[in-house]
């Protein structure tokens, strides 16, 4: 069965340093794989995804994450965090024939301090 | 706007006592998912339905039951055969039944055993 593993559960980082959440997944014929973010107390949002083509893809809020085949990792990265970017951070995987459904990692607490 | 919706925000239970929770969606979406969440272990799926009037039991599903008599709408009851039913629910859709399609969050339920 597809896994996902987040291997940090907490990222401490200073403001305007940069950060990489770590994202591996157990390999698979063909995956899709996304990042979704949480605010406490909220449902999650969409950060970026990875269905084909270019294996970097961008979000409008700076984070970047790029899709590594032999490495089976979908990490994700910011140059330069925020305040605001304090939250909660899951990776998920699905597989092309798994009914759409998500297989999500343990999350990633990031937590930007000033 | 359309997007999914989840009441009560809130919720509070006696043991013994069956719940059920709402979720609601206008984005005219097949699919819909039931998801638990507790700290440190990431989402995991409870239910899902691909089609009005069928569901497929997850990976959590004792304890739980759902219906999908509107395309609209997936409640979920959390019964007294739950053990540990204390946690954050969400409820997502999605516009497909295959993999590669992003899903999209409501912003939860906190259910809270007395």
């Known amino acids: 069965a597809q896994s996902v593993t987040q291997l940090d559960s907490q990222v401490p980082v200073f403001e305007e340093a940069p950060v990489e959440l770590r994202c591996n997944y157990s390999?698979?014929?063909?995956?899709?794989l996304f990042w979704y973010v949480q605010y406490p107390n909220q449902g999650l949002q969409l950060l970026l995804k990875y269905l084909s083509g270019s294996t970097l893809v961008e979000s409008i809020n700076g984070f970047e994450a790029e899709f590594n085949k032999s490495q089976t990792s979908f990490h994700l990265r910011k140059p330069s965090v925020h305040i605001s970017d304090t939250a909660e951070y899951f990776c998920a995987v699905s597989d092309w024939n798994q009914g759409g459904k998500l297989i999500f990692g343990q999350g990633t607490e990031l937590s930007v301090k000033p | 706007d359309g997007g999914i919706t989840q009441s009560p925000k809130y919720l509070f239970r006696k043991e013994g006592q069956n719940v059920t929770l709402s979720c609601e969606q206008n984005l005219n979406h097949d699919a819909m998912y039931w998801y638990r969440q507790d700290p440190g272990q990431g989402l995991r799926l409870i239910y899902y339905s691909q089609i009005v009037n069928d569901f497929q039991k997850g990976d959590i599903a004792e304890g739980y039951s759902v219906s999908r008599e509107k395309k609209e709408s997936f409640p979920l009851t959390v019964t007294s055969a739950q053990k540990n039913p204390t946690a954050f629910y969400l409820c997502a859709s999605s516009i497909g039944r295959t993999g590669g399609h992003e899903q999209f969050f409501g912003p939860g339920t906190r259910l809270t055993v007395l």
């Open positions: 390999s698979s014929v063909s995956v899709y």
